[in-house]
Structures are given as C-alpha cells and as structure tokens.
Nanobody, 121 residues
Framework: QVQLQESGPGLVKPSQTLSLTCTVS??????????WTWIRQSPGKGLEWMGS???????YYSPSLKSRTSGSGDTPKNQFTLQLRFMTPEDTAVYYC?????????????WGQGTQVTVSS
C-alpha cells in the first residue's frame, strides 16, 4: 500500500522557517499520474492547499503563500519537502502531505497522518 509520513519540528519560533519532509513508500514520487501535495489545517479552519510538486519537478503554490513557500523532490530518497518562511502564530496547524491523481478531477487518495506544528516563542 501507499504510505506517506510527514516529519519535521513540532515547534517553530516566529520568523523562523518551517522545513517538513514527506517520505513516501509503496509508490514513486516520479510517477507521472500524481501530484504530491502539502495541505494544512488550522484550528477552526478547513483544509488549506499549500502547494504541489509533479514528477518533473514542477511546483505550484497557493497564491496566499507563494511568496514565502518553496518545495522540492528528492527522487533517490523518495521524499518531497516543504519550506515555509517567516512563520507566525497564524501558521500553527496540522500539516499533511498527500497524493492526488492529476487527471479527472479526482480527490486525494492517500494522506499522511499529519504533524502538528506550533509557532510560539
């Protein structure tokens, strides 16, 4: 089966950069039928799409986060990463990585369990 696992710090200080890694097993991030995606959920809010990476390395980011977001894939490690700069308390959320089929307007089919990230001094 396909499994995704987020890893990274649980606590980040304001103004610092969050770096998260999603480790994938059971599928390759080089698969051309899927995008690999970061999503977060803040308290009292719904799920927010942050960005995605495709097998060719192309990245796409939410307009609201694009200015401080970056990501990449590491094919040998079968991992993809997220960096979110200039963190604020409003960035406190559960962060998920997930897979989504590219074609056919399909929903995400596999999710990581999520990792809590708290921004606090």
């Amino acid at each position: 089966q396909v499994q995704l696992q987020e890893s990274g710090p649980g606590l980040v200080k304001p103004s610092q950069t969050l770096s998260l890694t999603c480790t994938v097993s059971g599928a390759s991030i080089n698969a051309n039928d899927y995008s690999w995606t970061w999503i977060r959920q803040s308290p009292g809010k719904g799920l927010e799409w942050m960005g995605s990476i495709l097998n060719d390395g192309s990245t796409y980011y939410s307009p609201s986060l694009k200015s401080r977001t970056s990501g990449s894939g590491d094919t040998p490690k079968n991992q993809f990463t997220l960096q979110l700069r200039f963190m604020t308390p409003e960035d406190t959320a559960v962060y998920y990585c997930a897979r989504r089929p590219i074609m056919g307007h399909k929903d995400y089919d596999y999710w990581g369990q999520g990792t809590q990230v708290t921004v606090s001094s």
